[in-house]
């Protein structure tokens, strides 16, 4: 054989040899290329897996803040209710405090109420509008009743109730109407008329709002000259309800 063919047959040989260790480990590189695009295929889909449960827990969890929001609306609103209705409640608790400490807890000072008797037999010749003098006094509490002249004055602005008794005398002078009369202008009227041996008492009762300095008397109305019986049948009482404010 010539050489030159040899050479060129083992050439070929070489080369084919080659090829095919070259091919084996390019085809080698394909599968393990493949397998790694395999596992990262698969470890791409395990995170879109975890992509996807953190977007579910991430809608989740905006769910919950939502709804926890409206739960912090609702505790709100329910707080700023009590607040409200804890407001209203002192202002009512403050206001009733208020009324009893006027109502009910009064100092000496506030307390007004006076009782006084004619305690003479018989008071005489008595004119129209002359002020009856109650000149004996059993209760005067705030010193509002002033005996010297028969004139109660209020030492403060409130609702006040007053009473008044008078006993007629015997006949002649068995017929008197008396009036109380507050700031001059008269409230009420007794009246009394007895008849042979038998005396007569006439009375009366009234409420009336007062202010400070108002003035309450009791005078004759009829007849001019009257008289009327005394020895405590004859009264005159008075005190204080209530301040106004």
């Known amino acids: 054989m010539d050489s030159s063919i040899f050479l060129l047959i083992l050439a070929l040989f070489g080369l084919a040899h080659a090829n095919a260790r070259d091919i084996e480990a390019i085809l080698k590189r394909l599968e393990i290329l493949e397998q790694n695009e395999i596992l990262l295929r698969n470890e791409l889909a395990a995170r879109d897996d975890i992509i996807e449960n953190l977007k579910d827990e991430l809608a989740s969890m905006k769910s919950d803040v939502r709804s926890l929001k409206s739960d912090m609306k609702d505790l709100q609103l329910a707080v700023d209710l009590g607040r409200s ?54 209760t005067n509490v705030g010193g509002a009743y002033h005996n010297n002249h028969g004139l109660f004055i209020a030492p403060v602005r409130g609702l006040y109730i007053f009473s008044v008794s008078i006993l007629c005398d015997y006949p002649p002078h068995n017929h008197i109407e008396t009036a109380l009369v507050v700031n001059g202008s008269r409230k009420a009227l007794t009246h009394s008329y007895g008849a042979d041996n038998v005396r007569d008492q006439g009375s009366i009762t009234i409420v009336v709002q007062l202010n400070a300095a108002d003035e309450v008397w009791v005078e004759l109305g009829w007849p001019n000259d009257a008289y009327l019986f005394g020895n405590m049948w004859t009264s005159f009482t008075g005190a204080i309800i209530t301040r106004v404010e």
Request: charge should be negative; include cysteine; hydrophobic fraction near 45%.
């Open 85 to 138: 209705v804890n407001e209203s409640i002192h202002e009512k608790l403050h206001l009733c405090e208020e009324d009893v400490r006027k109502r009910l807890v009064m100092s000496d000072v506030e307390a007004v109420g006076f009782h006084a008797v004619v305690n003479t037999q018989e008071l005489t010749h008595l004119t129209f509008g002359q002020p009856i003098i109650f000149e004996t006094v059993f």
